[in-house]
């Protein structure tokens, strides 16, 4: 695998293979996934201790007693700037690494899956893109926009979630090795749970706008916690996929080995 992902991006590979920096790509992978992880456990944490009451205010006026992600990453300081910092950095790295799990597919897939592995990377490209917009064009700025821009970020976090697990399971032409099924195990699982909890989130949210009644808008939080936490651990998978892998940035480009 990881001599099918060599290369230099966008230039050919130098012989010398002279590298200003090395990182294990895997661990890249799993930093990069940490900063909005860690970003979010910190936002929810604050607003809970410094902003309870707005931010588990809802047009019902009932009891609730968790933050909505929204209300937790957007409408308050510091979270809204952690959580913008957190996002804005971690975009960049998530571009290359989905640039390198096209180079994986094309190491490990039939050539006819070729195309599909292209279009779960791209979906995986507009994932990123917007999360990047819905953080920063809040609710409580612009609520018609955010509420596009994450449903842009929910259909195609899941599409690209069930065409990865059905690529890697259904399309290979390379055997996997125990690492490579330990990652497509748990891949399947964070999906299973990802959709459920996604349908348990429209459940609780439409029950709470139609019926108002106490505590229902809590468990639409937790279920809206659910969905993102595994989307972060589907993603953090990276570091199995990508074990053994050594990021080079030297004089003529991004080298993978």
Known sequence: ????????????????????????????????????????????????????????????????????????????????????????THALPRLLVASKY???????????????????????????????????????????AHEKLFIIFLISSELYMVLTCVLVSRTRSMPPDELDKKSLKVKWRLLTLNISFSLLAVYFFMRHNSYCEPGVYTLFALSEYVVVLTNMAFHMTAYWDFNGCILLVGPRGIHLR
């Open 1 to 88: 695998m990881m001599n099918a992902l060599s290369g230099y991006l966008p230039l050919a590979q130098d012989k010398r293979q002279v590298s200003w920096l090395r990182i294990p790509f895997g661990k890249l992978a799993w930093v990069t996934v940490s900063l909005p992880l860690f970003s979010f456990i910190f936002c929810v944490i604050w607003s809970v201790f410094f902003n309870f009451e707005k931010a588990t205010f809802t047009h019902c006026k009932v009891d609730n007693y968790l933050p909505s992600i929204s209300a937790a990453i957007g409408n308050f300081s510091p979270q809204r700037d952690v959580w913008r910092t957190a996002i804005g």
């Open 102 to 144: 096209y180079s994986f597919y094309r190491a490990v897939l039939y050539k006819w899956a070729h195309f599909l592995a292209a279009a779960a990377c791209w979906l995986t490209v507009i994932e990123n893109l917007a999360l990047v917009g819905l953080t920063f064009v809040s609710s409580s700025d612009n609520y018609p």
